[in-house]
């Protein structure tokens, strides 16, 4: 029987873009299939008090929280996937700008109308987007960013991981996931970040 896991993520977020690589590598030696849905960090950080830096990073991530969200009203919620890995790709390993000329590029990758990268400036699909966001941000509570997974009814911010295991490996930490998330009464594992995200 197949493990649907709903994921949420922001597609300017590299811990996010982490763990679904990690989502990846799982359903190739699990029985486990992931859905991509939007959340916003800048939907989540509105009106807090934000270091200047980290206030420009949460401007730019619109587009691209945008952008999924229109390909997902547009294609579908399965469109989703080959969309951030698209973006993905170009945001964290390419290191391009989070703008339109990225997310044009991304869409025109997947075959889906370019026009959403210019549409995507705007605020056409801002209440698409925060149903997506509140969707997988309540049931965690507003204290996390993303990623956050649903599974088996859990909801839970994580796992933060670098670099994203692979093969049975990648499965082994599923497996143990499944074994957490299966106790209604755990909340947290964590310990401080060493290394920042490692992509490879």
């Known amino acids: 029987m197949t ?16 763990t679904s690589r990690w989502m990846l590598e799982v359903e190739k030696v699990r029985d486990v ?11 989540l950080n509105e009106g807090r008090d934000l270091p200047e830096d980290y206030r420009r990073e949460m401007d730019r991530a619109w587009i691209g929280a945008r952008a ?19 973006l993905g790709t170009r945001y964290h390993l390419g290191r391009a700008p989070h703008d339109r000329d990225t997310v044009a590029a991304a869409l025109q990758e ?71 998330v299966s106790y209604p009464g755990f909340f947290e594992l964590k310990r401080t970040r060493t290394v920042g995200p490692i992509f490879d």
């Open 110 to 180: 997947c075959g889906y109308d370019t026009g959403i990268a210019e549409r995507a400036t705007t605020e056409e699909f801002d209440e698409a987007m925060r149903a997506s966001h509140h969707e997988g941000m309540d049931p965690v509570g507003q204290d996390v960013g993303t990623p956050v997974l649903h599974v088996n009814g859990m909801a839970l911010f994580g796992p933060v991981i670098s670099p994203a295991p692979k093969g049975e490996q990648a499965g082994e930490l599923f497996d143990g996931f499944l074994k957490m």
């Open 68 to 86: 999924a969200t229109a390909v997902a009203t547009s294609y579908g919620q399965e469109a989703v996937r080959p969309f951030y890995t698209a």
């Open 33 to 43: 299939h992931t859905v991509f849905h939007v959340m916003s960090l800048a939907v």
């Open 3 to 18: 493990t649907t896991v709903d994921f949420w993520f922001d597609p300017a977020c590299p811990w996010a873009w982490m």
